[in-house]
DNA sequence: TGACAAGTTTAGAATTATTATTATATTAAA
DNA sequence: TTTAATATAATAATAATTCTAAACTTGTCA
């Protein structure tokens, strides 16, 4: 937990008890949580836990370059602490976002048609194996 | 605009008067339009133009296969006519979202870490041209 | 120690894109 | 023409997010 404290620090974020309870939620949870997902999850420990706190600490989280947000189509906005350049696969069925590579050099690309790129998405959307799996044992 | 009748009929859906207008205003402008801007657009030929039929014929033309669904970051569906496998770029600065043209290979990936795609989107953000040129003209 | 200022959290209201509901209007079929 | 099926429109409802203002914490210094 002090490691975490030491962490934001350095990102310019004072830490506060809900600011390292979302951190570490992060970490933990491989997810790409949405801001309700986490809401829900911490106000388990902090009953009080406003969802303005967390809307509020994931703006700042992103300022700060601690998370990225994610759109992966439906309308709610994602978070990442991995900040790693990768892609992204959704599952349309049972919604869970997974990591996945793919060949760099897209991400390398820093003008495209004239334009100034700054970032770059990528995204699939498919059925994933879990998915696929389950159809068969219901055979 | 016959043509544009015959169009619809093809792809399963009847023609009307505002669908017919909907899908004139997507080819000709080649904008990459929310449905409120579809909306105010085609809302000065036909005042009594409801936000809800927008809404249930983008659905429609979606389902049916006669436009595809972007998701650009920002919390608005914007939709696209050019069902040709290609990458979008928009402008942080003044919102407007390009065509670009990518590694086709890209699209062609149906499967990613066992799960199977079905769509494929990349999007950049960054600056665009003419941005950039008014930067210059201010000095 | 204790008062203060700055920063943080909270609850609830406001906003915005979208969907749901339902009545009305239009079109197509019999 | 009568009738049934579709499409449109007005309005209400939802849901994610932001705004606002009050209450709470924390660190600083008299
Ligand atoms: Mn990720
Ligand atoms: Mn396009
Ligand atoms: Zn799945
Ligand atoms: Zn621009």
Redesign the pocket.
């Known amino acids: 937990m002090d490691k975490l404290c030491e962490f934001l620090r350095e990102k310019g974020?004072?830490p506060?008890?809900?600011?390292l309870k979302i951190l570490r939620y992060l970490k933990d949870s491989e997810n790409h949580p949405?801001?309700?997902m986490i809401h829900h999850e911490i106000s388990r420990d902090?009953p009080?836990?406003?969802?303005?706190?967390i809307?509020?600490?994931?703006?700042l989280f992103s300022e700060k370059g601690i998370v990225s947000e994610l759109c992966v189509g439906e309308?709610?906005?994602r978070y990442d602490l991995n900040l790693y350049p990768h892609a992204h696969f959704r599952c349309a069925e049972c919604g869970k976002i997974y990591d996945v590579k793919i060949d760099p050099e897209l991400f390398k690309i820093k003008k495209i048609n004239g334009n100034q790129v700054v970032h770059t998405a990528v995204y699939f959307t498919g059925k994933c194996r879990e998915c696929f799996g389950k159809d068969k044992e219901n055979l």
């Open positions: 974020v004072s506060s008890i809900q600011r949405t801001a309700l902090i009080t836990l406003s969802k303005t706190t809307y509020n600490t994931m703006n309308g709610e906005v």
